[in-house]
C-alpha cells in the first residue's frame, strides 16, 4: 500500500494544547534520581516514573552514548512491550510493534509533535537521527484519552538534544563496517535564562544486502536542529524547535528520497499560583518519493494547535484544554479526499490521597472524516510502603482509518469511506519494587481491539478495499529492573505476549511472543565496556499462519575510553554471532516467491567525539 502525503492547511487561531511533554523535556532528567527520573508523557504533567500509574521506560542520554545506535530501532529492540520488524539493515522501512497494537497503532512524538505518514498511518522510525536524540520515554498502554488516535499500545517520545550549563559544543567522527562514515557536530549556548543549540549530522553507508545473494542496498541521511527557549523570571517561557531528516535509502527494486520535518513554537505563562496555561503550533512533514519497479510519490503535511491550562489545589491537580490539528496528503496516486480537520477536548485529573493516587482522563475527539469519538481512563496506585506499589488502570483507545484506507484508489484497489477507527479496551495490574540501587516492575494487562479494518477482496475480479470485519485480544506479562551505581549500569526486560485474531484464531502477523533484553555496562573513571543481548521468539510474517520466520538472539559488545579531558574513543561490535536473521518477508514479483529481508550481520563501528565548554 502507499506510503506518505504532503500538503496540509493549518487550523485557523483556535487554540490546541500540546502534550506537556515538550514544555518538561528542559526540566526531565533534572529531578529525580537517576533510577526514578522524571518522565512526562505518561500523563500531562511531569512525575517520576516510581510515581506514574503507567508502565515507563526511560532511555537518557548516558545510555544512548554507551550504546552507540546504528539506528532509533537498535535502541527500542527488545524494550519491555515492544517488538520491532525491518526490511533489512540501515535506514529500511520499520514497524514498532507496542503491546500487540498494529504497526499504526503507537504514536511517536518527537519533543511532543506527532510524527506520521497520514497515508500509510505508520511513523518515519527508520529516518530519525539518534545522534540528535537526547532521551527516550516509552509508555506502554491505552493513551488515547490523552494523544487522541492511534495510542492504542502505547507512545514512543524521543526528546531532542538540549544545552546543558556550560556545555559549548561538540564534534564527533565515526567509520566502520560496509564503507559507513558519519559526522556530527553542534554549537550550544546557555545565558541567564536563554539557550541556544544548532546541531547537524551527515551519515553515509553502503550498506549490506537485503536478501541471500543481493547487492548491497545503502543508505545516506543529512540532518539539522535548530533550538531556542528562553526561561521567564516567573516562571513558564517560549521555545522554538525545528528538525530536519533527509537523505536517501536502497531496498531491492528501486531507492526511496524522503524528507521529514518537525517544527514546533510553544509559549507557557504561569497565570496565578494556581494557573499554568500552554500554547503550542506544531507542523511535521513526511515526504517520500520512490523511484525504480514502482515509483510513486506520497507526502503529509500536518499542522496543529494545542491549548492546555493546569491547575492546582494543594496536592491535586486538575488539566483542562483543546486541540485542532489538520493533515493534507498528496502525491502521485489518486484520492477521492486529500485533508481532513480533528478538533479535540480533554481533561485529567491527578487526585493524591497520602499513599494512594488516583488518575482519571476524558477526551473527545471529531475528526470529518470518521466522526466522533469518545476515549477515556481511569488508575489507581497505592504505596503498600516507601518501596513497594501497586496499580491498576483501565483505558480505552482507538485507531483512525489512514487516507488509504479511506480514499486511496488505483485499478484494483477502492478506499472505503464509510470505515470507523479500530476501538480498543486495555485492563492493566503492577506491582513494583524501588530501592537505593535497583528497582523491578511486573505488569500484566489484557487489551481487546474490534472492528480491525482488514483487506478483503473478491475473488473474480480481485477488487480490493478495507471492511472493518475483525476482533483481535492481546494478553501479556512484562517485567522489568534495573541496578545502578557509580561501577555498573544494569538493565533487564522479559515480556511474553499472546496476540491472537479472535475470528481466526491464528496469531497476529509479525510479533514474536517472547521477547529478552540485557544491557549490562561496567563503569571505570576514564573508561567503561559493556554488553547488549535480545532475544526474539519465533513470528509469523502473514496473518494465515503459513510463513513462520524462527527466533533469534544477538549479542552487541561495546568500549567507552575518555583518553583526555574532552575527548573520547568508543569501539561497538554489534551482532557478534554474525546471525543473519529475518523478521518479515519480501517478495520478489519476477520469481513469483517470498525472500527474506536479513538484518546486517557482525559490524564494526569506531569513533572519537570532542566535547567543548564543560
Not at 372 to 382: C, S
Request: hydrophobic share 35%; with cysteine; aromatic share 10%.
Amino acid at each position: 500500500m502507499s506510503k506518505k502525503c504532503f500538503p496540509v492547511p493549518l487550523l485557523g487561531a483556535s487554540l490546541v494544547f500540546l502534550p506537556i511533554t515538550t514544555l518538561a523535556q528542559s526540566n526531565a532528567g533534572t529531578e529525580g534520581s537517576e533510577l526514578d527520573p522524571i518522565v512526562v508523557t505518561a500523563t500531562l504533567g511531569p512525575e517520576t516514573v516510581g510515581e506514574s500509574l503507567s508502565s515507563v521506560t526511560v532511555i537518557d542520554q548516558d545510555t544512548i552514548r554507551r550504546q552507540q545506535p546504528a539506528e532509533f530501532r537498535d535502541l527500542l529492540r527488545a524494550q519491555p512491550g515492544i517488538n520491532v520488524v525491518s526490511d533489512g539493515s540501515y535506514g529500511k522501512t520499520t514497524s514498532v510493534f507496542l503491546r500487540g497494537a498494529g504497526s499504526s497503532g503507537t504514536v511517536l512524538l518527537l519533543d511532543g509533535i506527532r510524527l506520521r505518514s497520514a497515508t500509510a498511518g505508520i511513523p518515519p522510525w527508520q529516518f530519525l537521527p539518534t545522534d540528535l536524540i537526547d532521551r527516550v520515554e516509552l509508555v506502554r498502554g491505552a493513551k488515547s484519552s490523552l494523544y487522541g488516535a492511534d495510542a492504542v499500545g502505547g507512545v514512543v517520545q524521543a526528546f531532542t538534544l538540549t544545552p546543558s550549563e556550560g556545555q559549548r559544543g561538540w564534534m564527533d567522527v565515526a567509520g566502520g563496517s560496509h564503507d559507513t562514515r558519519s559526522t556530527s557536530a553542534g554549537l550550544a549556548a546557555t545565558e541567564d535564562n536563554t539557550s541556544v543549540l544548532l546541531g547537524g549530522l551527515y551519515s553515509d553507508t553502503d550498506g549490506t544486502n537485503l536478501r541471500k545473494g543481493g547487492e548491497d542496498r545503502g543508505y545516506r541521511n543529512a540532518a539539522g536542529l535548530a533550538k531556542v527557549s528562553h526561561r521567564f523570571e516567573r516562571g513558564g517561557g517560549v521555545g522554538v524547535t525545528v528538525l530536519q531528516s533527509q537523505g536517501n535509502t536502497e531496498f531491492e527494486g528501486g531507492d526511496t528520497d524522503f524528507m521529514i520535518r518537525a517544527a514546533g513554537l510553544h509559549l507557557e505563562a504561569v497565570a496565578s499560583d494556581y494557573w499554568r496555561t500552554r500554547i503550542q503550533f506544531s507542523e511535521s512533514r513526511d515526504e517520500q518519493e520512490t523511484f525504480g519497479d514502482y515509483p510513486s510519490v506520497y507526502n503529509t503535511l500536518s499542522r496543529s494547535a494545542r491549548w492546555e491550562n493546569t491547575l492546582t489545589a494543594g496536592v491535586h491537580e486538575l488539566v483542562l484544554g483543546s486541540e485542532i490539528s489538520q493533515d493534507e496528503v498528496g502525491g502521485s496516486d489518486q484520492f477521492a479526499e486529500d485533508s481532513r480537520t480533528n478538533t479535540a477536548v480533554f481533561g485529567q485529573g491527578r487526585l493524591n490521597f497520602g499513599a494512594t493516587n488516583v488518575t482519571g482522563s476524558l477526551r473527545m475527539d471529531d475528526n470529518e472524516a470518521y466522526g466522533r469519538n469518545e476515549t477515556g481512563g481511569i488508575a489507581l496506585g497505592h504505596e503498600l510502603d516507601r518501596s513497594h506499589r501497586v496499580r491498576l488502570s483501565y483505558a480505552t483507545s482507538f485507531r483512525a482509518p489512514t487516507f488509504n484506507d479511506l480514499y486511496l484508489v488505483t485499478p484494483y484497489y477502492s478506499g472505503n469511506p464509510d470505515l470507523q477507527p479500530e476501538k480498543g479496551r486495555m485492563v492493566e495490574a503492577g506491582f513494583s519494587g524501588r530501592y537505593q540501587t535497583w528497582f523491578w516492575d511486573v505488569a500484566v494487562y489484557q487489551n481487546e481491539v474490534r472492528d480491525l479494518i482488514t483487506y478483503v477482496s473478491d475473488p473474480v475480479t480481485w477488487q480490493g478495499t478495507m471492511e472493518n470485519v475483525e476482533t483481535a485480544r492481546i494478553r501479556g506479562i512484562e517485567w522489568t529492573s534495573g541496578y545502578r551505581t557509580s561501577q555498573w549500569d544494569l538493565q533487564a526486560a522479559l515480556t511474553y505476549a499472546d496476540a491472537e485474531n479472535r475470528d481466526t484464531n491464528k496469531r497476529l502477523p509479525r510479533r514474536a511472543r517472547k521477547t529478552a533484553r540485557l544491557d549490562v555496562d561496567r563503569l571505570f573513571d576514564q573508561w567503561s565496556v559493556g554488553a547488549t543481548l535480545v532475544a526474539e521468539g519465533n513470528r509469523y510474517n502473514d496473518a494465515a499462519n503459513s510463513q513462520l520466520l524462527p527466533g533469534y538472539g544477538t549479542m552487541d559488545l561495546r568500549g567507552t575510553w575518555q583518553f583526555l579531558p574532552g575527548w573520547s574513543g568508543q569501539l561497538k561490535v554489534a551482532n557478534v554471532f554474525d546471525r543473519r536473521y529475518a523478521a518479515s518477508l519480501g517478495y520478489d514479483s519476477t520469481t513469483m516467491e517470498n525472500f527474506r529481508y536479513l538484518a546486517a550481520g557482525r559490524t564494526f563501528l569506531a569513533s572519537v567525539r570532542y566535547d567543548f565548554g564543560h
